[in-house]
């Protein structure tokens, strides 16, 4: 039985990895149903230890299958493997947008009047910091002129990357006592396989690191938690936002020693890249991160409507960045209001932390859903796992010609992710009569139900 369902997991992600691309709305959405079914099944009926080590080397072996697959579903790998290149010429790839780079130094090469069409961020200057850019010449280094097989040496370094973090999940739930059967919800999870190392989304480098924190901060080694925290932030800024959490969690001296190390460690990885244009370019990336993209938002596009009538414009320029500043104390009301300071809490409350940015944010991409859904490994709270299903459907957007974002399935996405979270985190009893006859669905994915 073990061995069909294997077969059936190889089938499909061999299918969903390989032969899309990002507009196959039929293709991605035809695999991604089955594939989810049989992630849920798979979890709810392979309960003994025997099972749990199949199908992580399972899971494993579903990354490696994916290492000759092309990212047909993001073109960010152009972008990857044009600031790689840079960097093995000499280039600071903060410097430069890539048309500034073209007019200036690059044009008649080329490698880069090869790459620069299938650009998505022409005119902007990179905001991938230091982790990935590493990834990124390690990449091209091997092969300058071949996107291919630069993108397999990425790949490579990805499946090493989620194999690091599957070990190290393991190994957490072992130290705090949690069945370690909840891993398979991050390593079987379709969304994680495919959005990370098949697409090649960074947050898989962010998410080892952070897990290595953790460890190192359970292990009360406080120079290691200081070393991969300013990792997991150098592969993605986002892991700054978890840092309130863990200020009344140790003794001052534990977390001078901490943010003594973790301040060294990103100035070290900074500085080959320092400049007095750096702060500068990154700042204002990340401003029009804020400002300018939209996406698959939720309480952005109410605030978005209601701007609309009353200003009769788009408000993003300021709604953007009031958000955020929202989302920031929000955190730090959460962190400051905790009354168990436990491990387990802390999982909670870092779950709440990501979903509360995320319900905020005026773009949520698939991939940002990784961090979520590695938190319900550790917590109670289930509601990742189904937007991780639900956030698939943002696919059809690139099914349109013009491009435009159908509002509908945002609606449909978030009414049910709403619902969830307030059944699951508000524990609204009105909100769980809408469940109804789906509750024992439900329950095969709950702690304590029958799926555990």
Same mark, same amino acid.
């Given at each position: 039985?073990?061995f069909?369902v294997? =077969?059936?997991?190889?089938?499909?992600i061999? =299918?969903?990895?390989?032969?899309?691309?990002?507009?196959d709305?039929l293709? %991605?959405?035809?695999c991604?149903?089955?594939?989810?079914g049989?992630?849920?099944?798979?979890?709810?009926y392979?309960?003994?230890h025997h099972?749990?080590?199949?199908?992580?080397f399972?899971?494993?072996g579903l990354r490696?299958m994916? /290492?000759?697959?092309?990212?047909n579903l993001?073109d960010? /790998?152009?972008?990857?493997v044009?600031?790689?290149?840079? /960097?093995?010429d000499?280039?600071?790839? #903060?410097?430069?947008?890539?048309?500034? #780079?073209?007019?200036?130094?690059?044009?008649?090469? !080329?490698?880069?009047?090869?790459l620069?069409?299938?650009?998505?961020s022409?005119d902007?200057?990179?905001v #991938?910091p230091?982790v990935?850019?590493?990834v990124?010449s390690?990449?091209t280094w091997?092969?300058?002129?071949?996107l291919?097989?630069?993108t397999?040496v990425?790949?490579?370094l990805?499946?090493? &990357?989620? $194999?690091l973090?599957?070990?190290f999940?393991?190994?957490l739930?072992q130290m705090?006592?949690?069945?370690?059967?909840?891993v398979l919800?991050? &390593?079987?999870?379709?969304?994680i396989? %495919?959005?990370?190392?098949?697409?090649?989304h960074?947050e898989?480098?962010m998410?080892?690191?952070?897990?290595?924190a953790?460890?190192s901060?359970l292990r009360k080694r406080?120079?290691?938690?200081?070393i991969?925290?300013?990792?997991?932030?150098?592969?993605?800024?986002?892991? =700054?936002?978890f840092?309130p959490?863990?200020?009344r969690?140790?003794?001052t001296?534990d977390l001078?020693?901490?943010? &003594?190390?973790?301040?060294?460690t990103?100035f070290a990885?900074?500085?080959?890249?320092?400049g007095?244009?750096?702060a500068g370019?990154?700042?204002?990336?990340?401003n029009?991160?804020?400002q300018?993209?939209?996406?698959?938002?939720s309480?952005?596009?109410?605030?978005?409507w209601?701007g609309?009538q009353?200003k009769g #414009?788009?408000? %993003?320029?300021?709604?953007g960045?009031?958000?955020?500043? $929202?989302?920031f104390?929000?955190?730090? /009301?959460l962190?400051?209001t905790e009354?168990r300071?436990s491990?387990?809490?802390l999982?909670e409350?870092?779950?709440?932390? %990501?979903?509360?940015?995320?319900f905020?944010? $005026?773009?949520?991409h698939?991939w940002y859903?990784a961090?979520p859904?590695m938190?319900?490994v550790f917590?109670?709270?289930?509601?990742?796992?189904?937007? !991780?299903?639900?956030?698939?459907? $943002?696919?059809v957007?690139?099914s349109y010609?013009?491009y435009?974002?159908?509002l509908?399935v945002?609606?449909?996405e978030?009414?049910?992710?709403?619902?969830l979270?307030?059944?699951?985190?508000?524990?609204?009893?009105l &909100?769980s009569?809408f469940?109804?006859r789906?509750?024992?669905?439900?329950?095969w994915?709950r702690?304590?139900?029958?799926g555990?």
């Open positions: 039985m073990k069909l294997a =077969l059936c997991w190889v089938i499909l061999a =299918l969903l990895g390989y032969l899309p691309r990002q507009g709305v293709w %991605i959405i035809g991604y149903v089955p594939l989810f049989l992630y849920i099944g798979t979890y709810r392979f309960k003994e099972d749990l080590l199949f199908f992580v399972l899971s494993i490696c994916l /290492i000759f697959a092309f990212p993001s960010d /790998i152009y972008r990857f044009w600031d790689g290149m840079l /960097i093995n000499g280039v600071n790839p #903060y410097l430069y947008t890539p048309t500034e #780079y073209l007019e200036l130094h690059g044009n008649g090469v !080329s490698k880069y009047t090869d620069y069409p299938h650009l998505n022409k902007y200057y990179s #991938y230091p990935c850019q590493l990124f390690m990449s091997l092969f300058q002129s071949h291919f097989w630069a397999v990425m790949k490579v990805f499946v090493v &990357a989620e $194999t973090t599957i070990y999940l393991l190994k739930t705090t006592g949690i069945n370690q059967q909840r919800l991050y &390593a079987l999870n379709p969304l396989i %495919i959005e990370l190392t098949g697409n090649l960074y898989a480098f998410i080892l690191f952070l897990v290595l953790l460890w901060f406080f120079k290691f938690f200081g991969f925290m300013a990792l997991s932030v150098a592969a993605k800024l986002l892991t =700054l936002i840092l959490f863990f200020l969690r140790a003794r001296n001078l020693r901490f943010f &003594a190390v973790m301040g060294g990103l990885l900074f500085y080959p890249f320092l007095w244009q750096l370019h990154l700042w204002q990336s990340i029009l991160y804020f300018k993209f939209e996406f698959n938002a309480i952005y596009y109410l605030v978005r209601v609309y009353i #414009y788009n408000i %993003i320029e300021t709604a960045p009031i958000l955020q500043v $929202t989302t104390l929000i955190i730090l /009301i962190a400051f009354k300071k491990f387990k809490n999982f409350k870092m779950l709440l932390a %990501i979903t509360c940015y995320l905020l944010a $005026t773009t949520v698939p859903l961090m859904v938190f319900t917590t109670y709270f289930r509601y990742p796992i189904f937007w !991780s299903a639900l956030i698939c459907l $943002t696919y957007n690139y010609s013009p435009h974002e159908n509908w945002v609606a449909l978030y009414s049910i992710v709403f619902l979270f307030l059944i699951e985190v508000v524990r609204l009893p &909100a009569i469940v109804g789906t509750r024992f669905i439900w329950d994915l702690p304590g139900g029958r555990e």
